[in-house]
């Protein structure tokens, strides 16, 4: 059953990503149903063992993740909101990184402090560097509050980078995300909305989404 799934999530993304659709509400269900998919699949794994915290916050990341996605298509749809509807997705993705980071944290006190100095200080030069680039729209200080948060869900999870083959996963999958939403920046304020460029966003995004949720068959 669960192979049946899986399998049916990754076609239905290699669809969405490399085929076209009819308009922006095509799009908007294509995408729906696929991040819908990775949520149906982190439920049934969660099912197996409710108990393992890691599982627990991946489901959350994964549902957060879903509903940020459903705000990033809309901008498509509805134009005249695409402001609002952008920070909505950024919002959910930053809980949905924040329930990542919780079912990474194993570091001590001392080493979570330093960690999280160290994703601010690359998360600001990130930004400051794009911003030569790209125009922010007066949302440079969001972007920068979540480029941090991701930073520091990076750096969480090179914590696991030698645990066997659920910290090589987990380390492609985090690397992916980081690659996904730098690409996303162009594409959202850089005027690269260009075909290769959204398959290449897309690709990293639900390649690193397949990663996180295959640390959960791995996890203990």
């Known amino acids: 059953m669960f192979l049946f799934l899986y399998v049916s999530v990754i076609m239905f993304i290699l669809y969405y990503i490399y085929m076209p659709h009819m308009n922006s509400f095509t799009t908007l269900g294509w995408k729906s149903v696929s991040s819908l998919g990775f949520v149906i699949l982190g439920a049934y794994l969660f099912s197996l063992a409710p108990a393992v915290s890691y599982r627990q916050y991946l489901l959350l990341g994964l549902l957060l993740g879903a509903i940020g996605d459903v705000f990033l298509a809309l901008p498509y749809c509805y134009p005249k909101f695409e402001k609002q509807y952008f920070l909505g997705g950024l919002t959910a993705f930053l809980f949905g990184h924040l329930a990542y980071i919780a079912a990474l944290y194993h570091t001590a006190l001392p080493i979570t402090i330093l960690l999280a100095v160290i994703a601010i ?6 930004i400051g560097w794009l911003q030569q680039r790209v125009d922010f729209q007066g949302m440079t200080g969001a972007v920068m509050l979540y480029a941090s948060i991701i ?29 996904s939403d730098l690409i996303l920046v162009f594409i959202i ?32």
Do not use: H
Not at 121 to 126: A, F, K, S
Not at 192 to 220: C, E, G, H
């Open 151 to 179: 930073m520091f869900m990076e750096l969480q999870a090179l914590t696991w980078l030698f645990s066997g083959s659920f910290g090589l996963v987990l380390n492609l999958g985090s690397l992916c995300f980081v690659l």
């Open 121 to 126: 200080t690359v998360g600001c030069i990130m």
């Open 189 to 220: 304020f850089g005027n690269a909305d260009r075909p290769a460029v959204v398959k290449a966003n897309l690709s990293f995004y639900y390649f690193a989404q397949m990663a996180i949720l295959t640390t959960m068959m791995l996890s203990k």
